[in-house]
């Protein structure tokens, strides 16, 4: 294992580690506060960010129970008639990904659950607009264990947000804005990158920006 990689499994240990640490109360508390709609002093929330607003093609991943929580946004841009695109994970161990449309609550609700515990569209859903297929992406809401404020992110290891913004820049609307969804517990001073790590737009807590 290279230096990079074990430093890499070591900060998602730890990251891991730390979300764990959070009770359901103060994850659903920061949750609620990244998603109002308020601009405080000092910090854009994600309801009254200028990107969010102007944003009419939105990609937000479905929450798993160490992230923050997603449902109140996707209600949010589906109540605003945005267009709404949620992943779907190639599980064949590739890091193919992509974002497919979502319709409404209910349809989200009725989605399979994966083997990762993941609610997304089954493979054999051809219906759904694939949003590089299509007009592309505005705005790109992004999930992670650790990011940095230089925008430096640390995933899970299986590249898919990497490899999904690379096929962005190849769309005729370019690389949407990414903007990173984090708990305070997940800010790091620092997170290793190589050249196929991403580096995101902006990272969004509740801590002062």
Known sequence: MSALMAAKHALRREMKRRVAALSPDEKRRQSRVL????????????????KYVSSERVAVFLSMDDEVCTRDIIADLLGRGK?????????????HMDMLRLH???D???????????????DDDHSREEALSSGGLDLMLMPGLGFDRAG????????????YLKRCSGHPRGKPYTLA????????????????????????????Q
Not at 35 to 50: D, I, N, T, Y
Not at 84 to 90: E, H, K, Q, V
Request: proline fraction near 8%; include cysteine; aromatic fraction near 8%.
């Open 35 to 50: 998603s109002q709609k308020v601009r405080e002093a000092g910090g854009a929330k994600l309801f009254a960010h200028p």
């Open 83 to 95: 267009s709404c695109f949620i992943p779907r994970y190639d599980g064949g161990g590739g890091s």
């Open 181 to 208: 969804l984090a708990f305070k517990e997940q800010l790091c001073e620092e997170i290793p990158v190589d050249a196929n790590d991403v580096l995101i737009d902006e990272v969004l807590s509740e801590e002062v």
């Open 152 to 163: 430096r992110r640390l995933g899970r290891g299986k590249g898919f947000y990497d490899a």
């Open 108 to 122: 989200m609700d009725g989605l399979p659950l994966t083997s990762w515990n993941i609610p997304q569209p089954p």
């Open 104 to 106: 409404s609550l209910e």
